[in-house]
């Protein structure tokens, strides 16, 4: 056997093998250590540049880890920038927030926020203070714009730092990662499905159960029974980032609507397609039981990507046993009302598979919360969630 | 009426027409809401035909969709959600061994699939 059941240890000594503490994912002040440190330094995933195709479009995103909502918005000169959501008069949010994500647009490329009527335009600037002559000569309207927060962009996705003065711009942060997933058609795959719940875990309780593959065979038996797990591939950590490789075998021809799905569309994760939309690095040895690279973009996003698909987690902590999931799955836009009929079985049967997975969730936090085990053990197939507990102790105690 | 009619060629399908729902949700809270007994007969009753139905609705360009076809579409729609409960769930009502599904929200819930529009990105 030329892999030894211990190889990723051997590959990535540094990290050990004991077990791991269960203290980060129960204790209070350790999540407020990691919004101090962790939230409010790294640079954070916040959506996909096309979702505001137009000028004057926004989203306005609620960052609790951060404390503060963004407001992210495309100016007339094309660029999308970030501001906290807070006008400079008496704080109130400019942009009047609906849910966890706010959509808007304004044509004029302005906003006004609702208790008074400042308004401000979407370089930030502030424009117009009505009844302006009746504040004194200490208020100047020049200085009192929007408060920027930095943004940059990597193959369409938007990334924001709340901290004033970030220690590494975006292309420094992500490192090899970018270079690892350069290439793949993010763009051409926009047709996204966005699902969102609130889970009452630990962001790291709900990061560890996607960051692994040992659970499919146990928790995917329901939605994905002719699935079996035949572990991770090329393992890479890079940075305080990691992928893998998924790899799955197919034991037994699909269901007949599955079938007949697959063939229309290909969009399911457990259908065979043919020739490949990857880069070179995913896959490298070009395996047949391939079936999909998972990476962990720190802190808090997961991003997948297969032929067709892509799909993300993200874990968006509210409070130290509280936190915000969003997935979103991707494919190609379709063409016919057959393929659509096709994504939306693929869709479905994706959904149910993370219905599964978010099962467990809640009881590993209150069996956690219990004390009665103080530590976890991981098996080495599970690196990825070794790596997590590795980078945030790392972080926080900086 | 428009909206509640089949073709002639699927009128043996009337008796399921109240799976004929626009939005993702309503076909959700339907399939949660079915007895094992109604998801069977309904997932037998459209397999022969789901082909067929597809290759119908083929003729007209996504979004196009002429009203007459929508229910026969939204039909097929239904399928979609119900084909895993008879073919991996053994039958059940509800996702195994699953979260609570009445908590996963889906941006796109309140869409008519039908229309052939882009999925919302949040509710």
Redesign the interface.
């Given at each position: 056997m030329s892999e030894t059941v211990h190889r990723w240890m051997e590959q990535y000594p540094e990290l050990g093998s004991g077990p791991i503490s269960t203290e980060p994912y129960i204790s209070p002040e350790w999540y407020e250590r990691e919004k101090e440190k962790i939230f409010r330094k790294v640079w954070l995933c916040v959506g996909r540049e096309n979702?505001l195709p137009k000028a004057g479009d926004y989203?306005v995103k609620r960052v609790a880890a951060a404390d503060t909502s963004v407001i992210l918005i495309r100016g007339k000169d094309g660029r999308i920038r970030a501001f906290h959501n807070a006008c400079a008069h008496r704080g109130n949010t400019v942009i009047s927030e609906t849910?966890?994500?706010?959509?808007g647009g304004s044509k004029a490329a302005i906003m006004t926020c609702r208790f008074h009527g400042w308004v401000y335009d979407a370089e930030g600037a502030l424009k117009q203070v009505p009844s302006e002559q009746r504040f004194y000569d200490c208020f100047q309207k020049e200085k009192n714009g929007l408060t920027p927060i930095h943004l940059d962009t990597w193959e369409g996705f938007i990334f924001i730092n709340v901290a004033e003065k970030p220690e590494t711009g975006l292309l420094d942060y992500l490192g090899d990662y970018a270079t690892h997933f350069a290439g793949f058609p993010f763009n051409e795959l926009d047709?996204?499905?966005?699902?969102?719940?609130?889970l009452d875990c630990n962001w790291k309780v709900a990061h560890d159960a996607f960051a692994e593959a040992y659970h499919v065979d146990t928790?995917h038996a329901?939605?994905f029974?002719n699935v079996f797990s035949t572990g991770l591939q090329n393992v890479k950590l890079m940075g305080p980032h990691r992928s893998c490789a998924v790899c799955l075998t197919l034991s037994a021809k699909p269901?007949?609507?599955?079938g007949?799905?697959n063939r229309?569309a290909g969009a399911s994760l457990v259908s065979v397609r043919g020739e490949s939309m990857l880069p070179p690095t995913i896959n490298p040895d070009k395996r047949d039981d391939f079936a999909f690279e998972l990476s962990v973009l720190f802190p808090n996003t997961l991003l997948h990507i297969s032929e067709g698909i892509w799909f993300t987690h993200q874990f968006w902590p509210t409070a130290h046993n509280k936190t915000l999931w969003e997935g979103r799955y991707y494919v190609k836009?379709?063409?016919?009302?057959?393929?659509?009929?096709a994504i939306?079985?693929a869709m479905?049967?994706q959904?149910?598979a993370?219905?599964?997975?978010?099962?467990t969730?809640e009881d590993t936090q209150r069996a956690m919360q219990s004390r009665a085990k103080l530590e976890q053990h991981l098996q080495d197939d599970e690196i990825l969630i070794r790596h997590g507990a590795v980078v945030v102790d790392r972080f926080v105690n900086a | 009426m428009t909206g509640t009619r089949l073709p002639d060629d699927f009128a043996d399908l009337a008796p399921f027409l109240h799976w004929a729902l626009p939005t993702p949700d309503q076909r959700y809270n339907h399939r949660r809401a079915a007895s094992r007994e109604e998801l069977r007969a309904f997932y037998d009753a459209m397999l022969p035909r789901i082909e067929a139905i597809l290759t119908l609705v083929d003729d007209y360009p996504l979004g196009a969709l002429p009203e007459e076809l929508r229910p026969l579409y939204r039909l097929a729609l239904s399928l979609a959600e119900v084909a895993p409960h008879i073919e991996l769930y053994g039958g059940a009502p509800g996702v195994p061994y699953a979260f609570e599904e009445t908590r996963f929200l889906a941006a796109h819930g309140d869409q008519d699939t039908a229309l052939g529009q882009p999925p919302a990105a949040a509710a």
């Open positions: 979702e989203k849910g966890e994500e706010t959509f047709y996204g499905f966005t699902y969102y719940t609130y928790i329901g939605s029974p269901t007949p609507v599955a007949i799905a229309l836009a379709p063409q016919s009302h057959s393929q659509r009929w939306e079985h479905t049967l959904r149910n993370w219905l599964e997975d978010t099962a969730m | -």
